[in-house]
Structures are given as C-alpha cells and as structure tokens.
C-alpha cells in the first residue's frame, strides 16, 4: 500500500504563492510611491506583473527609430533574462538610453523562483544624454528626448538599490505567507481525503463483519428452529409412553414406580416447555410470529395464569393474589397473552423467597390501553441489570453456578409478543424489595402490527 | 524519497522529526532555527492552533551548495503529534529520507513512547518505506526532568535497539545539534550507498556534513568546533 504523492512533495511556481490581483496592486502602489516601474517575472520567464510609470513618452520616442526600437528589445531581453545569480543582491543593468534597471532574484527556501526588475530610472549621476542613444537616428532630436527623460524620476543608484532590498523584503513575507496558507489549505483536503480513505477502508471490514455476523445469527435460529422441533419429537413419545404406563396400560404398577413416573412425566412436561420457548424464540427471531386476534377476556386470562402456577407457589409457601378490577374485554392472541402471563408469574414465584406475595392486577390507561402487573415481593433485580432483562439468553445471574434455572428467554418472549400487539413491556425494581412487570396492551392492535411484526428482533442486546 | 535534478544538479533531502505529543518536535526545530546561521536557511514554517499545539507541521529548510556545484536543500519537518491527526502524521511522513524520533525520557511517557514508536512503523509501511533500512535516531528528550530514566537504562536502551541514541534538553538547546548530526550523517551514509553521492554526485560526507554544520552554532554541544569531523571517524554515535 502507499499513499497517493503529497502535495508537500511538488515544488510551487512564484505564480501559485501569490494572489496575483491583490499582489499586483501592491506592486502598482509600490510603483506609485517611487515613481519607478517595476516587473515580476516568474522562473520560467513568465511576467506576472508590469507597472510603467513615467517612461512612456521617453521610451515611445525611442521606438519611433529603428534602430532605437532594436536596441531596447535587447536591453530587456537582458533584463528579463540574462543570469544574475542566486545570491539576495541587486544587479543593475544600464540602458542604452543612460537608464538604468536594477534587478534581484527571487530567492525562497534556497530556490531562485523568478526576478523583480525596478527600472527604469535615470541615475543621478546622468548629466547629458549619452552618445549611444543620439547615435540611433540622423534625426535624433535631443531637446525633446531630455524633456521625456525629464519624466523619469532620477535616483541615485544606491538609494533604487536599496528601494528594490525592501520591495523583496516585502515579497518575501508574501511569498511566505501565501506559500504557508496554500500548504495549509491542501494539507487540510490531504488529512480528511486520508482520513475519509481510511475510515471507509474500515467501514468496508465492520459491513464484512456484520454481514458476516448476521448470516451466523440466522444459521443459529435455524439451527434452533430445527433443533427444537427435533428435540420435541421424542419427548413426546417420551412423555406420552410414560402417560400410558401411569394408566395401567402397560400392566399394574407399584407405587414406587407410580412415583418415578410421575417424576419422569413432570420433568418431561418441563423440557417440552423450554423447548417451546427456543422454538418460540426462533420463530419470533425469524419474523414468523403470527398473532391469531380475538376477544380476551382479561379476567379470565389473569385466573388462568395464576392456577398455573399455584401449586408451585404453595409448596413454596407464597401468598398469590388476583385483583383484575374493571378491565374491559380486548382484542388480542389469547394464547400468547396467556403465555406472557405464565412467564411473569412464573418468574415471580421463581425468584420470590419463602413467605413473600405474588400480585396480579390490572388497569385501564389512557389512550384505549390496558395494563397488566405482574409484582413480587422478591429478591429484585439491581440498576445495571434493569435494561437488559428483557434481551434474549440475559440472566442476571449468568454464572454456571447460579441458584436460579431457566434459559433466559421468557421474558425476550414476552417482551416480542407484546411488541407484535403494539404494547410495550416495562419494569420497575429494586434490589430485596421486590420487582413489578407491567405489560401494556392496545384495546384494539393495528392490523399491519398484528398480522407479522415489521422487523425480526435481534438476538443480543438491544 | 531523496529526490535527484540531474539536469539542475539538485538534491532534495526530507528529515521528518516524529514522536508522541508534547515530547518537543517542535522545540527541536525551534531551537535549530536559533542556532543555524540564516545564510543557510529559510523561515521557521510552523502551521499550529491557538494553543501552540501543531496542526500540520513545522517546517524549516536547509540548503548549500557544495563545492562540485550541487545544490542541496534539505527540509526539516515535524508531524503533529496529537492522536487525532494520525492523517496528517502519514502524510507528512511520505517520502521521508530519515527520521529524528523524539522521545520523552520520563518513565510515566514509556507507554505512549511505544505507542508512537509503533504507531510510525504502521505509518511508514503505509508509505512503503522499510524502517530496517531507514535511517532512524532517537532522541531521548527531557533528560532533565525528575521522573527520566536514569543514563544507565538509557545505555541499557542502546545496547538492545539499533537506532542510536541522542540525550537531550531540547528546551535548553541540548542535544538538538547532536541529533541533527547524527541523523543527517546516517542519512547521508544511506544516500551514498544508494545514490552514490560521493562517487556520483561528488559530494563527500565530509563536505555535506560540513557545509551545514560550519553553518550552526556548535556552542555547548559535544560536536568538535569548526570543522566538524563524523562522529568517532566512522561508526555511527552510540
């Protein structure tokens, strides 16, 4: 892998280091200020800049001869091109004319980026005008050249020496910043470019992953769907020998074996229901959770739930009560109601010590819903825990030793049966004093929510 | 990449300081652009927030020409040593000749040390330059503060890592010309094998080492004064 070439490795021309508007108005105000034209040309020969200021008539003059015109062509291919080094210091070049020019180059990092030419001036020491410009015509007019040469300013050559010294002064800080803005300008779109590269090169691998992931999560609910219903085919006729055997088919039995029995068929009854619960789980993983409406009658469904779990709540010598109140009949799967019922009082029972109470209750809320409360007087689940009861295989005590059974889905159960009948599933607890599950039903659940929930829900973590 | 101007007769050199943050890139550079005499180069370019924290870089070039009329510029750089720019870090190191690693000496600042230490290994990969053949020194920085490591585990450092090792106070100036020399002398040495500078281009160690070191205030430094010499007659500093 290497990354694209950097910017910071290319080598700049003046012209990119420069805003040439606003830099020839520098030079134009500069120009003004001495009265002395200047030039800026480029390494490569390029002007980027011109100013004239008072050399037109003079110069016109000249180009009105022949051989005037010639002869100035030469002196500013001089100007403008003959080597002058590499070093900070002016240069100055003399006009036919008796002008004269001086020239700098434009040093910056140890490069020689172009030239800056102040010129042309008459230099002070100039008395008359020289031969070799009288000499370019028969008829030269003298007296009208010297009052056009009158229009140049004359400056001794020292003091343009030291004028063009601050004009690279100035250039140079220019020249500085400009290069410093530009690199921090591309450096800038070089890091997010980089950046953007590098986060969509990850981006690219977390959708691998993911993807990756969820076609694990499914070959796993397949995996549980069709283990399940293996698994449930022989425990019926497990179950169901055992039932016949307790008839008398099989022949007469002892009472011991009368008590295995029972034993065996109880502790069937209970692997059929885990099992139930992984296939449900599977089912409603895999978007297959159909909900079959009709009128329930709460009260009804309350009792139901609450004889299920009787017996074991007696032999462990909890309290049971059922309050349904005033609640009125609502459209709902009965049987998956039912289920969400068993499930809470189920945990309730489980998780509540000796001597304690399990409520079921009832309201009506605003908003044609009913509420369903499932409490305990039991030992509560801490803070941390509260939001992730609800996830699937989530058990707040996940350690292999943990004093309380169960496979961790009831209530991932209850939560998507009742998010299928556009309800909610709450919980309030704290530790030791007991946990309240409420389950929130719509009187009447829209019909695109009833019939499949929208999405599958996912497996972990919400 | 050292770039060569056949046709100009030019040499471009790229050295790039890297390191954790706040471990004194940039007080390297400053303190090099006090001591290095202007004639020989240019502004101190630094490209930083409000706070004084580089945002880019610093840059600072370096140039002479040598007596066989080779120009040779070298440029100095820093990377920003904030974790956020790793970017700008990568970017800065492309084409890089050799490389001053800044450390700081302080035993709490080993983990982020290292940290960058292989963070610029990733980095230089990413540039397709080979850090085993790169000519690298580090400099163990803040050699003065309370928590540094003791010279004795410094002199355990450079008995078990390759590059050499450079103490320095680069906030007093110490040790930043020592490890100036000794990276541009690995690099030169790494140039010549490859480019044949001397043989070529006719410009002998002494002279690329001289004409940028005749130039620097060599006052309190362990380098011999003018002119200088290569380190021990040969072996690179240990």
Redesign the interface.
């Known amino acids: 892998m290497s990354l694209p070439a950097s910017f910071l490795q290319q080598r700049l021309p003046l012209a990119d280091l420069l805003d040439l508007r606003a830099f020839a108005e520098v030079c134009h105000s500069f120009a003004e200020l001495y009265r002395v034209g200047l030039k800026v040309f480029d390494e490569a020969g390029n002007r980027l800049v011109e100013v004239k200021v008072g050399n037109a008539d003079f110069c016109g003059y000249i180009w009105t001869k022949p051989s005037g015109r010639e002869q100035c062509v030469a002196t500013v291919g001089r100007v403008k091109s003959e080597p002058i080094g590499e070093e900070p210091a002016a240069r100055t070049f003399e006009c036919f004319s008796g002008c004269h020019y001086v020239v700098q180059p434009v040093l910056y990092e140890g490069d020689v980026m172009g030239r800056v030419v102040f010129g042309p001036f008459v230099p002070e020491s100039l008395v008359e005008l020289p031969q070799t410009l009288r000499r370019i015509s028969s008829d030269f007019d003298a007296k009208a050249a010297a009052s056009y040469q009158e229009k140049i300013r004359k400056v001794p050559v020292g003091t343009a020496e030291k004028i063009l010294k601050h004009f690279m002064d100035l250039l140079d800080v220019m020249v500085f910043t400009g290069h410093k803005n530009l690199i921090a300008a591309r450096l800038h779109i070089e890091a997010v470019t980089e950046s953007y590269r590098e986060l969509s090169d990850k981006n690219r691998q977390l959708e691998e992953s993911y993807a990756k992931l969820k076609e694990l999560d499914r070959l796993k609910s397949n995996f549980l769907a069709t283990m399940s219903h293996e698994l449930r085919t022989p425990l019926t006729s497990v179950i169901g020998y055992s039932e016949m055997m307790l008839e008398g088919l099989g022949g007469p039995l002892t009472a011991e074996q009368r008590e295995y029995l029972g034993i065996i068929m109880e502790k069937g009854e209970n692997l059929l229901q885990l099992i139930t619960s992984i296939l449900d789980i599977s089912k409603i993983e895999a978007g297959r959770v159909r909900l079959v409406l009709t009128e329930v009658d709460a009260i009804q469904v309350m009792r139901d739930a609450v004889a299920t779990l009787l017996p074991l709540a007696r032999k462990k010598g909890l309290k049971v009560g059922c309050e349904p109140g005033a609640i009125p009949r609502f459209q709902a799967d009965r049987d998956k109601v039912r289920q969400c019922l068993v499930n809470l009082c189920s945990n309730a029972v489980k998780f509540t010590p000796a001597g304690g109470s399990v409520t079921v209750s009832a309201e009506v809320l605003a908003g044609e819903r009913v509420a369903i409360h499932v409490a305990d007087t039991g030992i509560g689940i801490g803070e941390e825990h509260v939001d992730r009861v609800f996830d699937v295989f989530y058990q707040v005590d996940g350690s292999s030793t943990r004093e309380y059974g169960g496979a961790g889905l009831g209530l991932a159960i209850v939560k998507s049966f009742v998010e299928a009948h556009g309800g909610e599933v709450g919980v309030r607890s704290r530790p030791g004093a007991g946990s309240v599950f409420t389950l929130v039903l719509p009187v009447r659940p829209a019909p695109t929510v009833a019939v499949t929930p929208s999405s599958p829900v996912p497996a972990v973590g919400r | 990449m050292v770039?060569f101007n056949a046709e100009t007769r030019e040499i471009a050199v790229k050295v790039v300081y890297y390191g954790p943050a706040l471990s004194g890139k940039t007080t390297n550079l400053q303190s090099l652009f006090q001591k290095i005499d202007p004639k020989v180069r240019?502004?101190l370019?630094t490209?930083d927030t409000k706070d004084d924290r580089t945002?880019?870089?610093d840059m600072m070039?370096v140039?002479?020409?040598t007596h066989a009329g080779v120009?040779v510029?070298l440029?100095l750089?820093t990377v920003p040593g904030q974790v956020m720019?790793?970017?700008?870090r990568?970017?800065?190191l492309?084409?890089t000749d050799a490389v001053a690693f800044v450390a700081d000496s302080r035993r709490s600042e080993a983990s982020s040390t290292l940290a960058y230490w292989n963070n610029m290994l990733k980095n230089l990969?990413?540039?397709?330059l080979d850090y085993r053949t790169l000519p690298i020194v580090i400099q163990m920085n803040k050699r003065d503060l309370e928590d540094a490591r003791g010279d004795d585990e410094v002199g355990d450092l450079r008995r078990v890592i390759q590059p050499p090792v450079v103490p320095a106070v680069a906030i007093r100036g110490e040790g930043v010309v020592e490890t100036l020399y000794a990276v541009l002398q690995l690099c030169y040495r790494s140039l010549d094998r490859a480019f044949g500078l001397d043989a070529k281009w006719h410009v002998p160690e002494k002279e690329f080492l001289g004409k940028i070191f005749a130039h620097v205030n060599l006052a309190g430094t362990r380098l011999p004064s003018h002119p200088p010499e290569p380190w021990g007659g040969g072996a690179p500093p240990r």
């Open positions: 770039q240019g502004r370019m490209l945002l880019f870089f070039p140039f002479f020409k120009k510029k440029k750089y720019h790793e970017s700008t990568r970017i800065v492309q084409g990969e990413a540039n397709g």
